[in-house]
């Protein structure tokens, strides 16, 4: 199991018992716990969830008028916003800052991004964790209320048992105890030991670990062992849990095995024993993440056939009926390849892999966000002239209607429009130009996302701005600036020339 130096341990204990005692609106120190450290990427992830937070904090607060509200209305006026802004694609190795990078979350980040928004607006919760998912639950008013993750599903109990079976199979690997000839009752009684019981709550601390538990199992499937055990080790800073240990137990032996010079023979093992046990969910596990360790080496080096003429071999080594699992190691292979092109500039061969792949599932949402993001860098890349990038991206948007969701989208068709009001203000053309204002504040409400917004909102609204300063005409001059700080209200320009034009 993994050790915890004394000195260390005695700053997270009173963490740990005083649980919900720290300060709501204490963000800093949140953060501080869930990004300890000061190197560069743990300061730059830490203050990206920090603004990102703040910024949603304003918004319900002074969009929303959630203060306002009753605690029941506060609840979905929270879920809702973070459900539009933050969680709109699931990936189970996004981390938490992840979510205001790319819209991408698990259960976990969700549930911790989730319990910061409630604490910021004083909404008592607890965690949990039911199975392979945590949740929250929340007491507006005195009415629980269930909060899981938009991607989550209702649990089929046949589905419950399965994890529980494969999970006991790993801690019979992994620990010297004896669980053979278990009841079913005893078995799911040494599950929960090891893992989580659903109905036991678990304070914010805890659920941090928890986090820190799903980044090293993510770290665990790719065969970054050592990855893993430092996600491992921070987890268990925080709590003392039985499942910690299993994990670093079970990436020490992967480790172990693997870089050994028989780890062919270990393979050519675990798919006998596979054939024998069809139904272990261990053992295809297992082999999926050697399948990738495998052809990211390949990929690494410059060798995308060879990295399919392995995939065929591989995946002809499986027992009968594993269709499955096979499926699994084309799509592995699939996102490997669309991330080898995109990281080589091969721009035409990973959109029409983005395309092949959506072709095979449309409703899949990481498959139409990988699309929408290939075609419009690829349309951005074409062409360059406003007017023209929208009228294609728009020819693109009825063929993928999705597109119109995505950021990028949002970035191209402000741009055209902010652009447009700087050279008619710059013309002199003002009837024009006030039209153009209109239709990019219908803009803002229509998309509301975009990675470049603020630089549109600012590029416009300055533009009206000093057309009507140079006129003369300072309260205009002043609405539009303070027009632009109500989209980004921390911005240092904007704050500047309110501050000039204030003594006009």
């Given amino acids: ?55 949603v904090f304003r918004q319900l607060r002074y969009t929303d008028r959630a203060a306002r509200k009753s605690r029941r209305r506060q609840l979905h006026l929270i879920v809702d916003r973070l459900d539009r802004q933050l ?12 979510a205001f990078r790319t819209g991408t979350y698990n259960d976990a980040t969700a549930a911790v991004l989730l319990a910061l928004s409630l604490e910021a607006f004083g909404i008592p919760y607890t965690g949990h964790v039911d199975h392979w998912e945590a949740y929250l639950v929340a007491d507006p008013d005195g009415r629980r209320r269930l909060l899981r993750h938009p991607a ?59 986090q820190e538990l799903r980044s090293a199992q993510s770290a665990y499937a790719s065969g970054r062992y050592a990855a893993a055990n430092e996600h491992l080790r921070e987890a268990a800073l925080r ?44 053992l295809p596990a297992a082999l999926l993440r050697h399948f990738d360790r495998r052809q990211q080496r390949i990929l690494a080096a410059d060798r ?62 990481r498959f139409r966000a990988y699309l929408a993001e290939l075609t419009l860098v690829s ?60 239709a990019f504040r219908r803009l803002l409400t229509d998309v509301p996302h975009g990675n470049d917004r603020p630089l549109w909102t600012l590029t416009a609204f300055v533009a009206a701005s000093n057309y009507y300063f140079a006129a003369g005409e300072y309260a205009p001059a002043r609405a539009y600036v303070a027009e632009a700080l109500s989209y980004d209200p921390e911005n240092d320009f904007l704050l500047h020339q309110q501050e000039l034009l204030g003594r006009y």
């Avoid at 969680?87 to 800052?97: E, S, V």
């Avoid at 989208?409 to 008619?424: G, H, K, T």
Wanted: charged share 30%; no cysteine.
């Fill in 1 to 55: 199991m993994l050790s915890v130096p004394v000195r260390t341990l005695l700053p997270l204990l009173v963490l740990l018992l005083t649980g919900y005692s720290l300060a709501a609106e204490d963000l800093a120190g949140r953060l501080r716990l869930l990004y300890p450290g000061d190197t560069p990427a743990v300061v730059q992830d830490r203050e990206t969830v920090e603004r990102g937070l703040e910024n």
């Fill in 87 to 98: 969680l709109r694609q699931y990936d189970p190795a996004a981390n938490l800052a992840d």
């Fill in 152 to 210: 989550a599903r209702p649990h089929d109990p046949a589905d419950e048992r399965r994890f529980r079976r494969e999970y006991l199979a790993v801690v019979r690997q992994t620990t010297a105890d004896d669980l053979t000839d278990l009841t079913e009752s005893q078995a799911d009684s040494v599950f929960y030991q090891y893992y989580y019981r659903p109905g036991r709550r678990l304070s914010f601390v805890q659920l941090s670990a928890y």
């Fill in 239 to 282: 709590e003392n849990r039985r499942a910690f240990g299993v994990l670093e137990a079970a990436g020490r032996l992967q480790a172990t095995s693997l870089d050994e010079p028989d780890a062919e023979e270990y393979i050519t093992s675990l798919f006998m024993l596979w054939r024998e046990d069809p139904t272990n969910g261990y």
């Fill in 304 to 365: 995308p056939d060879a990295a399919r003429t392995f995939l065929e071999t591989y995946a002809a080594r499986g027992p009968a009926g594993a269709d499955g699992w096979r499926r699994e190691l084309h799509l592995l292979q699939s996102l490997r390849l669309l991330d080898y092109y995109q990281s080589r500039g091969q721009l035409v061969a990973a959109l029409h892999l983005a395309e092949a792949l959506y072709t095979q599932d449309p409703e899949d949402r």
């Fill in 379 to 438: 349309l951005r890349r074409q062409y360059t002239d406003p007017d023209e990038l929208v009228r294609q991206v728009e020819v693109a948007a009825v063929r993928y209607p999705f597109l119109r969701e995505h950021d990028r989208y949002a970035d191209v068709v402000l741009r055209q429009r902010a652009l447009r009001i700087r050279d008619l203000f710059a013309a002199g053309r003002e009837p024009d130009a006030i039209r153009e204002v209109e």
